[in-house]
């Protein structure tokens, strides 16, 4: 599950992977902002990159899978919002912004092996722009997970543990689990979103 061969085998069926529903988090953070300009990196079907568009941001959605992007791609066309989207494919362990800088730079759910996510931290923060947020959600650890593999359970992590990555001219404004209910192979479990959204001073 950790590299793009996996995920293309996972876009590449009819079915659909993900509800099409923006995350509660991005919701939660990104309703209150002014839309400009936003990266999604590890948009996977663009669930919450439609959402985005569809309140007047212009998005780039990012992944490693091509076809992820591709539904993607398609989701956003048919939601009518083609024009405020563009794709980008890249692996969020070596990205790197190329000089590109965005409003919002937001990632939900992307799990890197073994504490990556504090790397890809780091590196998501060198694509926002002065004045502007970045939000980072993952699963935070939780005996739910017990059945996972050691790399999976060390791929989730605390809010607090990314914060180490902040450039200096980040100011942390939520740092926390936040519970939520979900619904897996159609059993309702409680697990906990770790929530990192920081803003770069102007
Ligand atoms: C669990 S899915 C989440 C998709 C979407 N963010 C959502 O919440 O519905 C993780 C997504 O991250 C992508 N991904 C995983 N590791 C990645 C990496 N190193 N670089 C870029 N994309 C990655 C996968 O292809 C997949 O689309």
């Given at each position: ?8 085998e996972r876009y590449s069926g009819e079915q659909q992977v993900w509800s ?108 926002v722009a002065p004045g502007g947020h970045l939000l980072v959600v993952g ?64």
């Amino acid at each position: 599950m950790f590299e793009a061969p996996s995920w293309e085998e996972r876009y590449s069926g009819e079915q659909q992977v993900w509800s099409g529903n923006p995350n509660t988090q991005l919701v939660a953070e990104a309703s209150a902002l002014t839309p400009r300009t936003a990266l999604d990196v590890g948009c996977g079907e663009g669930g919450d990159v439609i959402w985005l568009a569809q309140r007047g941001w212009t998005v780039t959605g990012a992944d490693f899978s091509a076809n992820g992007l591709a539904r993607a791609a398609r989701h956003a066309e048919e939601a009518g919002v083609a024009d405020r989207t563009d794709w980008w494919q890249v692996d969020a362990r070596t990205f790197a912004a190329e000089g590109r800088q965005f409003d919002l730079v937001t990632t939900h759910f992307l799990h890197p092996p073994d504490g990556g996510m504090v790397d890809v931290t780091r590196r998501l923060a060198g694509a926002v722009a002065p004045g502007g947020h970045l939000l980072v959600v993952g699963h935070a650890p939780s005996g739910v997970f017990t059945q996972l593999s050691d790399s999976h359970r060390k791929a989730m992590f605390l809010a607090e543990e990314l914060l180490p990555a902040l450039p200096d001219d980040f100011e942390p404004l939520v740092v926390e689990q936040r519970p939520r209910t979900a619904v897996r192979d159609g059993v309702t479990i409680e697990v906990e979103d770790a929530t990192l959204l920081a803003r770069r001073r102007a």
